[in-house]
């Protein structure tokens, strides 16, 4: 079932949604069949007499879009890596707290997949009932207030989030909750607002909870006093979860509107006794005309009566950055330098556990309830990198609680699976390589092709294509691309060849449909102007993980940078002649894309002619195995694509890693050259030119 289907649902949802909640009593707790409230959170809204004129410091610490970095360490590359990781973002937080009287520490989610630590407890040793997941583990010793959902939880699907999180979920799949047993989850409460279960028309998780906590403050006499204040926390996930994990989620849950249960719950929240209103938002910001269906929601959530504050996610920013350039923090309404969004204290807290998110509160009692000093708010992300561009130290317990896990995951990593003559990377495939893109694309061909020979004899007289994208294109610098050095290949390898969970699908496409697919991927490029002298960055804000391309001598194409959006795939040809709308392709892919993430054009799931069981990686690794040994003339050399010859009066140029021109070289690359070995940006990338006449 489609979220079409639950379109006139939505308007009878809200309602009936209140009516159940109202029948939770004084609970702070509310919602769906997740867990209850915390330990700490206090029932009833009776509200202990607090004097008029007492003051208190409140600060709100985020993290966000953790992805189960729980060390400072990169299992792709088996090193050590300083600049991420919650054992140095637990350090902040212990300073912070040292610093700040009163303190809620909130995660914003997308906290359980994103390592090979997170993929070996939900895949390859699944996590027992009683066992509790490494991030939680540590995330209860650091002493969580609360946490929110964000859209990577559901990729292990419903079974494995009911379990991690300790719920008893009411959804079609799973077993009536008063048959399931609670499993070990996190310590702390989780809430989530806008996704429900189709089965019981309710929300998924608690919607929100308020936390009690008793703060240190100071009477108007002077005195130092110990009082209540009641913290609402309300959470959203992207309501694009119904495409990005389809699989795992259609016909079991829904999507409502951020604003609109917001716009709901925010008012009772109020009614059960909340003094604040924090609202946990995994999304950023988008000032276009609201959508129930919207991906980045927070700017309108601002605007919802009784928010006092916003801990969002989702995009791997930072904010507040006076100096930034995101053009989601360049809004109306939207102070970057303050940290505000129509007047309401944001902060993201980037991701990775590189930065903490602090909004320090000032609170002053009015005799009847607490309110919030706008002018004494404060709001930063502190980098887990000091000023000196030295690290933090990590803290010793995180490792210490996680050992086991840690050292599990290595040796299953290290499992060998075949050999390779070459260096397999993505520095380049910005501008042509595809040393790390074809194995990925023959692996997903060669699996969709057994498939549809053994079981889909219809579309056997079909060709079999295949795309995959550089998923490690540098966004947090020269350390993050695909780096897989020559000789033995193991599972730690392919996982850094294929980063993410997808499952392998495989769409049937017309010849149109396929050209509509790569100008959608060719946004990955700026406009480029022949004529001005200036020097032009050639890649745009356009993700990597969405720059699908073909790696195959058939299928070939050029790119114009020189033409705008949507008009730029020139020459495109198979097997010598050109596409036209007559021609019919199977394309391997991943649910991901096929289900809609990316937006691209016709992908939206009714062209799906098979949706695997089995994972990318899985598929890939097989395929290694296989082979046993892998080369570049066979397996890293051919290019489906290239720039349209344009001579430009400028440089234009692009960044990657530092110290990797030979790697272009290696590639036969031969018109990228070296403009300057540091870019500026002081994420350890040069400057390199691309001649695109040559």
């Not at 356009?542 to 070939?556: A, I, K, R």
């Not at 892998?630 to 694509?641: E, H, L, Y």
Request: hydrophobic content about 40%.
């Amino acid at each position: 079932m489609s979220d079409v289907h639950y379109q006139v649902a939505r308007l009878a949802v809200l309602a009936a949604a209140a009516a159940a909640l109202a029948a939770c009593g004084s609970d702070d707790s509310a919602g769906g069949s997740g867990a209850g409230g915390s330990a700490g959170t206090a029932g009833g809204t009776s509200q202990a007499a607090v004097a008029a004129g007492t003051k208190t410091t409140l600060a709100l610490l985020e993290t966000t879009d953790l992805h189960t970095n729980v060390r400072s360490y990169d299992y792709f590359k088996l090193a050590d890596d300083s600049s991420l990781g919650f054992e140095r973002v637990s350090t902040l937080i212990k300073q912070a707290r040292a610093e700040f009287p009163n303190t809620v520490l909130l995660d914003n989610g997308d906290t359980i997949q994103g390592t090979a630590l997170a993929d070996y407890q939900a895949q390859v040793n699944p996590l027992k009932c009683s066992e509790t997941l490494a991030m939680y583990k540590v995330m209860n010793d650091a002493g969580y207030d609360g946490g929110g959902i964000g859209n990577h939880e559901f990729n292990y699907g419903l079974a494995y989030l009911n379990q991690v999180t300790g719920n008893k979920f009411s959804v079609e799949g799973l077993p009536d909750p008063a048959q399931q047993t609670a499993c070990a989850g996190p310590a702390f409460p989780q809430v989530l607002a806008n996704v429900y279960s189709v089965k019981t028309r309710k929300p998924l998780f608690n919607p929100y909870t308020i936390i009690t906590k008793q703060v240190k403050a100071t009477a108007p006499d002077g005195k130092a006093v110990t009082v209540p204040v009641k913290i609402g926390i309300i959470g959203f996930a992207p309501p694009a979860i119904m495409s990005w994990d389809k699989r795992w989620l259609d016909g079991k849950v829904y999507t409502v509107g951020v604003k609109e249960a917001a716009e709901q719950f925010v008012p009772e929240m109020r009614a059960k006794g909340a003094d604040l209103v924090v609202v946990i938002s995994h999304g950023g910001l988008d000032s276009s005309a609201y959508s129930p269906d919207m991906e980045n929601g927070s700017w309108h959530l601002s605007k919802v009566a009784g928010v006092d504050a916003m801990l969002i996610g989702h995009s791997h920013q930072i904010f507040p950055d006076a100096a930034s350039t995101v053009p989601q923090f360049n809004l109306p309404g939207v102070d970057k330098a303050k940290g505000t969004v129509n007047g309401v204290p944001t902060v993201m807290a980037n991701y990775w556990g590189k930065h903490l998110g602090v909004i320090k509160l000032q609170l002053a009692h009015t005799g009847s309830r607490w309110t919030v000093d706008t002018s004494a708010t404060k709001v930063e992300a502190r980098s887990i990198q000091n000023a000196d561009k030295t690290y933090v130290a990590a803290d010793a317990a995180v490792a210490a609680k996680v050992d086991t896990e840690h050292k599990a995951t290595i040796t299953y990593v290290k499992t060998p699976i075949g050999t390779t003559d070459y260096r397999m990377s993505s520095y380049f495939a910005d501008v042509g390589d595809p040393g790390a893109i074809q194995i990925v694309n023959q692996a997903q061909a060669a699996y969709v092709k057994d498939y549809i020979d053994a079981n889909l004899p219809a579309l056997k007289s079909l060709p079999v294509l295949s795309v995959s994208a550089p998923f490690k294109s540098g966004f947090g610098g020269g350390n993050d691309y695909t780096d897989v050095q020559a000789g033995n290949l193991a599972i730690n390898n392919a996982a850094d060849l294929y980063l993410y969970p997808n499952t392998v699908y495989a769409v049937k496409v017309n010849g149109d449909e396929v050209k509509a697919w790569l100008e959608t991927a060719a946004k990955r490029f700026n406009q480029i102007s022949t004529t001005t002298t200036a020097d032009q960055q050639l890649i745009s804000s356009f993700p990597g993980y969405n720059f699908d391309m073909f790696t195959t001598p058939d299928l070939q194409y050029e790119i114009d940078v020189t033409q705008p959006v949507g008009s730029r795939i020139k020459n495109l040809t198979y097997k010598g002649a050109p596409l036209t709308a007559a021609q019919q392709f199977i394309v391997a892919t991943n649910n991901y894309r096929a289900s809609g993430g990316g937006n691209f054009p016709g992908l939206d799931g009714s062209k799906t002619v098979y949706a695997s069981p089995d994972a990318n990686r899985d598929v890939l690794i097989a395929y290694i195995k296989k082979a046993a040994s892998i080369t570049r003339a066979a397996n890293g050399n051919a290019r489906s694509w290239r720039f349209t010859k344009v001579a430009t009066a400028g440089k234009v140029v692009f960044s990657s890693a530092q110290g990797q021109l030979p790697q272009a070289q290696a590639a036969g690359l031969t018109n990228i050259s070296l403009d300057k070995a540091d870019d500026g940006s002081g994420k350890n990338l040069s400057r390199y030119l691309v001649d695109l006449n040559g």
